[in-house]
C-alpha cells in the first residue's frame, strides 16, 4: 500500500488501499497538522496499522452510520451495487433488440475494451456511476453527454 505525503499545512494523504491496482480508486484527503497528528497518534498507538488503515476504518464507519440512506435510495430507484461489467455481446444483444440501456452502478461499472465506441454509443441511453468507470478513452469520449 502507497502512502504519499506532501510538507504543508493542509497535508494531503493519497492511498490506494490494496494489493491489485485495478481494485481502487486513488484519492486525496487534505488534513490540517493537528487533525494528522490525531491520526498519527492512534497508528503509533497500535489502534490503526497505518494513516490508510485510519481512513478506510473512518470512511466504513460513515458508510455503515448512513447505510439506511443508501437502502432508502435504492428502493426509490433502483441501482446494481458491487462491480458490472458490459460486454460486447450484452451490448449488441440490446442494440439489436432495439433496446437501450439505463445504466445505474454504485461501485465499479467496466466497459469491456472489446466495446467500440459507436455500439456503446447506440445500445446505452444513460450511464450514472457513484463509484469509478473503466471503459476506453473512445468509449468515454462516446458517452460524454449521457453521464449524469
Do not use: C, W
Not at 116 to 141: M, Y
Amino acid at each position: 500500500m502507497d502512502v504519499m505525503q506532501e510538507s504543508r499545512p493542509d497535508t494531503p494523504i493519497a492511498f490506494r488501499g490494496g494489493a491489485r491496482s485495478g481494485d481502487h480508486e486513488k484519492i486525496t484527503v487534505n488534513l490540517g497538522f493537528v487533525d494528522l497528528g490525531h491520526v498519527d497518534l492512534l497508528v503509533s498507538e497500535g489502534v490503526y496499522a497505518n494513516r490508510s488503515d485510519f481512513i478506510r476504518t473512518a470512511i466504513r464507519n460513515q458508510i455503515e452510520r448512513h447505510a439506511d440512506i443508501t437502502r432508502q435510495s435504492v428502493a426509490r430507484k433502483p441501482i446494481e451495487v458491487g462491480l458490472r461489467r458490459y460486454g460486447r455481446a450484452e451490448l449488441e444483444t440490446a442494440r439489436a433488440s432495439g433496446t437501450r440501456l439505463d445504466i445505474r452502478v454504485l461501485g465499479l461499472a467496466v466497459i469491456a475494451d472489446d466495446v467500440p465506441a459507436d455500439l456503446a454509443r447506440a445500445a446505452i441511453a444513460s450511464i450514472e456511476v457513484l463509484g469509478s468507470l473503466q471503459a476506453s478513452p473512445a468509449v468515454k469520449r462516446a458517452l460524454a453527454d449521457r453521464l449524469l
